[in-house]
């Protein structure tokens, strides 16, 4: 009884601020969506240099937009003096944490994902690899997400933790961005891709099941630290 | 019902290497009222912080009646954006999930906010934010039997601070304890006590 109602008020809750500053998730898109269309600009319109590169700009695109947005992800309440309501009373935290990813996943990868296939095309990303690419960043990126918010729970307490975020959670990024652009490999070379795309599903498996402990447990140690 | 809401025995903080208090012992009845006083930097929120578990470097020994317990930190823990009634459906949804929203319309008439539940939270004064978060207590009232309050007379006016001494005597008169640090002494009253941090035997 307890759980849903924490989990659902959390989600409104934090759906609503989403909503009321649609800057803070835009910003993270608008930076793709720039990333990307400079690409043809400055390498070369020659859909033969940007088709080889196409899924690697996609996910290194995704990969740092993502980043851009994870900072603020619980920096407010802690500020606020919400958090320490949160871990006063919101046991077992996991739960609000996993309706904050949600709705920070629904506002920054989601998009991005709904957005790969048609920036793909200005890439010139070869036929055969378009849905498999996109199938890969709705796998891949839940995990950049919840990976992420752990690193965005560790600096929540320091004043300019951005740089040591990215140095925390960049190298966790690494296989996820790995994996995603070898299934465009495999797409173009006719090979099949639901082996590399499962590999996917299971580390966002895995992720959402500890991730959001991990988080839980940073957020506590930063409340008692003032 | 005898048991005190909160023991506390021989507890003693060092924060950078100055000690705020030592073998400090005291207890919160059923019913009673604790206004800790002390300059400033004298250990009182960090005290407040360790009694809700939010400050585990300490030593001694803090025992406390088992139950929600109501903590309102110096900031008054409100989202700007939000609106004063969507900031205590969220605070409801964590607490006492179920709560009719009725419930909350009440609250803010109580602390004389009649009419702001649409307001954001930002457009409204420092003196309204801080009524908006001790809405929280008359919405909890003796669900959380205890209450620990950091200078919860802030910002408020003469009626805001006569609000809070009438919300502190019910809770008291319905057996709830409560713990406060303010600069602002309430007149003396059975039921309430006044803790000293900082200067040893104050005036």
Known sequence: MKIPGLFWGQFRRDGALALRQPGELANPLAFFVLVITLFPLGVSPESAVLAPLAAGVLWIAALLSTLLGLEGLFRRD?????????????????????????????????????????LGAMLALPEAARWPVTAGLALGTPILVLLGGVGAALTVSLRSGGVLLALLVLPLFIPVLILGVSVAELAVAGLPTAPVLAWLGAGAALALITAPFAIAGALSIAVETG | MDTPLLTVRQLRCERDDRVLFADLSFAVARGAALQLRGPNGAGKTTLLRILAGFHPDYEGEVSRAPGPLAYLGHRPALSGLLTAEENLAHYLSLTAPGTAVSEITDALERVGLAGYEDVPCQALSAGQQRRVSLARLPLLGIAAPLWLLDEPFTALDDRGIALVTTLLAEHQAAGGGAIFTTHQPLAPRPGLETLWLGLEGAP
């Open chain 1, 78 to 118: 802690r500020d606020e003096g919400t958090l320490e309501q949160l871990v006063l009373h919101g046991d077992p935290l996991v739960f609000a944490v996993l309706a904050r990813l949600l709705v920070h996943w629904l506002g920054t990868g989601l998009p991005l994902t709904l957005l790969a296939p048609v």
